[in-house]
């Protein structure tokens, strides 16, 4: 079962991706919301882009102008898991970015 602050690979058709598990774990399961996380490191831009740390598959840029449902079977291997300040970074950037 995936968990809320897990970075999981993510596959849509043939194409794979990195993903950053947001939704609260009780939901999770079967209704994953994901935002979508980049190869590069494209800098820092808050509320947009945040760092991914290298320690956690590589790094990266975590997207949050990419989130979406996720269909819980193509979730696939484990990358770890990102800290609490990153995830209310997230948070944070998520609330202005939807206007919540």
């Known amino acids: 079962m995936v968990e809320r602050g897990d970075v999981v690979d993510y596959t ?6 990195r993903a950053l598990i947001v939704s ?5 399961e079967h209704y994953p ?3 979508l996380i980049h190869d590069r490191a494209d800098g820092n831009v808050p509320g947009i882009l945040l760092p991914l740390p290298r320690e956690i598959a590589g790094g990266g840029t975590i997207d949050l ?3 979406r449902f996720a269909d819980p079977t193509a979730i696939g291997q484990h990358h770890g898991r990102v ?3 990153l995830m209310a970074k997230v948070d944070s950037g998520l609330r ?3 206007g919540l």
């Open 12 to 17: 849509h058709g043939s194409w794979r991706v």
């Open 24 to 28: 609260d774990t009780i939901y999770s």
């Open 33 to 35: 919301v994901v935002v």
């Open 65 to 67: 102008s990419r989130i």
């Open 83 to 85: 800290d609490a300040d």
């Open 96 to 98: 202005r970015l939807l």
